[in-house]
């Protein structure tokens, strides 16, 4: 795969002309830049540039509102709501995301939900600035059916990721973000980019047989990952994201929106926690014992641990971008 | 494996006596033996009379009180606490549940930490109460080491489950309890028992190697289910149920009580949600829709499906116990 080296800054100002050029305003433009430029910087490719062309997509077929003004709504002492306008999901959750740590600091627990957004589905960056704040966190979104169930051979949910995310003392975050399929979507369209097959297990052919090859799992089914407890996991998330909410489900988003991995409409919840509020102030300290000894007995490493050193090299080094998605990005004009 | 079988009332009544003979009160045996004589109803032996001799071991040693007074505590709007008084959990987790359900319907979310009490690891009874009541429910509780993490070869979380509930319109509510380890530790405790291996990838034994010999994997280490991604919702159960309400980490858990599956000591996080609040009183038609379409489009059953015929059957015909199960019970004397 040839690819360019491109500077964090560069990855900034490609994402956000593109997306100016192409219908978002300023403040819409400058939030999901932000994201998909942290995901660049932190080695998340498949969140990255590769995303902008389903985007802009997106914003020409009129699916996305590129103006879209999300609205916080505070509907009691510990819940939150931001609808979000039709547009994409990364201003909504700039907005929403302080309200619901300061909710979180005064009642111990909070949840926000958010509505009417365009979600691609990587959720790290939201759960990351909470736990920067000192809280846990947790969120969840659904997808479009890519993901047969435990027994069955059709796509029924989404990829459902959940993210964690625990404050640590005097480093960043320990954070994990997964989806309940083996991998993530934006995976499997890499390894097809890249030509490579995919893990045993990873997913179904459209006819039901298992295989590796990505371009027929992208049009059979994804498979959760640990068999039943994954499909478990996957209903659970799509519940949470869903009727929760009062958002759709996977089986109810439809096919993609399109296929250069355009996000899909959705709903997220986030949970939020202090942990000094049931726990007091030693609450953080417990954490890096546990932290320190999973590290020293075991001799692994936490869940996240390559996002920090993915950083510090980017912005030294830069990021390889895969040509391929330059091209993409070219094409779409101005 | 020979077996008696038992009528439900005579589970309940052999459990409440032998809890009664070896110094639990009538409020703590009447608990405890509900919580096992609905296991053994629902098909879960794993959860039943089978960890009885390991209660009364508890009690003889000393390190559960039979007559523990749990005390409840309102900390905000949203959150609770039960300080199990070195119980127990049942009877704590009996008496945390209702305001639990309260505060969850005047807040749309709230969280009960269950502390002080010692836990045998089935969520499900739990999460079911809540969602007999309208409410969305999920529950971690952590154990003692008996998991290796993803890429470790000795025990460093708990088998650490994970409930959650769903409350439906004219069924019982759908439910999913899960180990973050391939099999529950009773199941691998009843393999022993049986003489069954276990599943490939349960376990390692004690010098690191794979291995399905459950006598192996119960002095070596069991697996997280799924790889990585297991050993991730470990350490978010390990910190929810420990760092985050105050109470131990796995780790810290120390060596099981002891060889007959007594509970240990630590804590447990119980969330509940109302659907209502954020999605209106259409939250659960919603759900109704998502487990048609689960159950038309792919032919496969809701989780934990298996426990409703389980009960009818349990109450019919009975339900047939180890006479292994029994013996150590008899032995236990009065």
Redesign the interface.
């Known amino acids: 795969m040839q690819t360019t080296i491109m500077t964090v800054e560069e990855i900034r100002a490609l994402a956000t002309d593109t997306l100016r050029a192409h219908g978002c305003d300023e403040a819409n433009a400058a939030a999901i830049a932000e994201n998909m430029t942290q995901a660049e910087r932190a080695g998340a490719a498949s969140h990255g540039l590769f995303r902008l062309a389903g985007h802009v997509t997106n914003l020409k077929n009129g699916r996305a509102n590129g103006a879209a003004k999300p609205i916080l709504e505070k509907?009691?002492?510990?819940?939150l709501?931001v609808n979000g306008d039709g547009g994409f999901a990364p201003l909504a959750q700039k907005i929403g995301l302080d309200p619901l740590a300061e909710a979180a600091r005064?009642?111990?627990?909070?949840?926000l939900?958010i509505t009417r957004t365009m979600h691609y589905a990587a959720l790290w960056p939201e759960v990351s600035v909470l736990a920067e704040q000192g809280l846990?966190a947790?969120a969840m979104t659904s997808s479009p059916p890519f993901v047969?169930?435990?027994?069955?051979?059709?796509p029924?949910f989404g990829t459902n990721p959940m993210a964690?995310a625990?404050p640590r003392k005097d480093a960043a975050p320990?954070v994990?973000d997964?989806a309940a399929s083996v991998t993530a979507r934006g995976e499997v369209m890499l390894h097809k980019m890249a030509g490579k097959p995919m893990p045993d297990g990873s997913g179904l052919d459209a006819d039901g047989n298992p295989t590796t090859d990505p371009d027929a799992i992208l049009t059979g089914a994804q498979l959760p990952?640990?068999?039943?407890?994954?499909?478990?996991l996957a209903?659970?998330i799509?519940?949470?994201a869903?009727?929760?909410?009062?958002e759709v489900?996977s089986?109810?988003a439809g096919p993609p929106n399109n296929t250069l991995g355009g996000p899909s409409e959705g709903g997220e919840i986030i949970?939020a926690?202090d942990?000094t509020?049931?726990?007091?102030a030693?609450?953080?300290d417990?954490?890096e014992?546990?932290f320190e000894?999973?590290l020293t007995?075991?001799?692994?490493?936490?869940?996240g641990a390559r996002r920090g050193p993915a950083r510090e090299k980017s912005d030294q080094e830069g990021v390889a971008i895969a040509n391929e998605t330059l091209a993409k990005i070219q094409a779409l004009g101005s």
């Open positions: 509907l009691g002492p510990a819940t709501r005064e009642t111990g627990i909070a949840a939900a846990a947790m047969a169930p435990a027994g069955g051979t059709k029924f964690f625990w320990m994990w997964q990952f640990g068999g039943y407890k994954g499909a478990s209903l659970m799509d519940l949470m869903g009727p929760l909410i009062g489900c089986f109810e949970l926690f942990p509020h049931f726990a007091g030693g609450a953080l417990h954490g014992r546990l000894a999973l007995q075991e001799g692994t490493r936490l869940p």
